[in-house]
């Protein structure tokens, strides 16, 4: 299981996300897919090399949005940063063993339609380091 998918398994693992929404997506949010919303997007990775060279703790970056109107895309960043800000444990097949908390971002995303329609974004930036 990837890192990706490991981390959306550890999401669905979690009471205080799940009390918001159960739609988490890796990758690409389906159109059809409800609010609120978690897209979950891997940005790099790459290997924790030190002085004996390259060992098995990896480190990736995460770009993690929850998606719905102005008091859900906040409610679910609170609770996603909440349960996951120093974490270790499980993340599917993985061993997360350290979990940073980086930044976020909060957008609003107007729909194509030339409506004042759309839906509000907050984007955490996460680090795991992992085995």
Do not use: W
């Not at 890796?26 to 897919?33: I, K, R, T, V, W």
């Not at 008091?71 to 996603?80: H, I, N, P, R």
């Amino acid at each position: 299981m990837s890192i990706t998918h490991g981390l959306r398994a550890a999401f669905a693992a979690e009471g205080t996300i799940t009390a918001i929404t159960t739609d988490i997506y890796c990758n690409h949010l389906p159109q059809d897919s409800g609010l609120p919303s978690i897209l979950i997007t891997r940005t790099s990775e790459d290997p924790n090399n030190h002085l004996g060279g390259v060992g098995d703790l990896r480190n990736a970056y995460f770009d993690i949005e929850c998606r719905g109107d102005e008091l859900e895309a906040q409610s679910l960043a609170a609770a996603v940063i909440t349960a996951f800000a120093d974490y270790t444990g499980a993340m599917g097949s993985n061993s997360c063993k350290a979990a940073y908390y980086l930044s976020s971002d909060e957008d609003f995303e107007y729909l194509d339609d030339g409506s004042d329609d759309g839906q509000y974004l907050t984007t955490i930036q996460f680090q795991f380091q992992y085995t």
